[in-house]
C-alpha cells in the first residue's frame, strides 16, 4: 500500500473511533521521516475548546514531541480538508506538505465543511462579516512592545 494511503487510512480510523465515541469525525497524524510523531482528533465538544481540531492536536503534540514550534519536514495527514484555522498554523509552523482524504464538498451534505469560512477570508477585510480594526495604543511612556520584547530576548 501506498504510504501516504498508509497515513490517510490512518487519519481517516482515528476519526472514525473518535465519531463512534461522540466526537466529530476527524483524525489527523504528523509524520516526519516516514514515521508518525504524533496524532490528533477533534476534541471540541469533549473539551469545550472551538480550537481542539484534529490537526492542531497533532501540531501542538508534534511540537512537544520535537521540542520546537517549528515543524519543518513534518507531513500533516487530515481525514477532512484543512480548515483556514489549522491551515494558517501549521504554514506558521513551517509544514509545506498535507494531504486530506475527504473534501469541502464531501463534507457539506453533513454540515461539516468550511468551504463557506475560505470564501469569506477571500474577501478584502472590510467586506467581511466580523469587525475587523487597527486601533493603535502608544504609551508615551515605555519603548514600543516588540522593541521591548527584542531587547529582552537571550541572545546565544
Known amino acids: ?8 487510512r490512518q487519519a481517516v480510523a482515528l476519526a472514525r473511533a473518535n465519531g463512534q465515541k461522540g466526537g466529530r469525525p476527524f483524525g489527523a497524524v ?4 516516514g514515521e508518525v510523531i504524533a496524532e490528533g482528533v477533534n476534541r471540541m465538544l469533549e473539551t469545550g475548546d472551538p480550537t481542539s481540531h ?3 492536536n497533532a501540531l501542538r503534540t508534534a511540537a512537544q514531541h520535537l521540542g520546537s514550534p517549528r515543524l519543518d519536514g513534518v507531513a500533516i495527514y487530515a ?11 501549521m504554514r506558521m509552523a ?8 475527504h473534501s469541502n464538498a464531501d463534507a457539506e451534505p453533513y454540515g461539516l465543511s468550511t468551504a463557506q469560512i475560505y470564501a469569506e477570508l477571500a474577501k478584502p477585510l472590510d467586506e467581511q462579516a466580523m469587525r475587523f480594526r487597527h486601533v493603535p495604543v502608544v ?4 519603548a514600543s512592545l516588540y522593541a521591548e520584547w527584542q ?6
Not at 500500500?1 to 490517510?8: A, H, I, P, S, V
Not at 531587547?151 to 546565544?156: E, N
Open 94 to 101: 513551517g509544514i509545506t506538505e498535507i494531504a486530506y482524504a
Open 151 to 156: 531587547q529582552g530576548m537571550k541572545h546565544d
Open 30 to 33: 504528523a509524520v516526519r521521516n
Open 79 to 89: 481525514s477532512g480538508q484543512p480548515c483556514p484555522m489549522y491551515l494558517a498554523a
Open 1 to 8: 500500500m501506498d504510504q501516504e494511503k498508509q497515513f490517510l
Open 139 to 142: 504609551d508615551t511612556q515605555a
Open 54 to 56: 484534529a490537526e492542531l
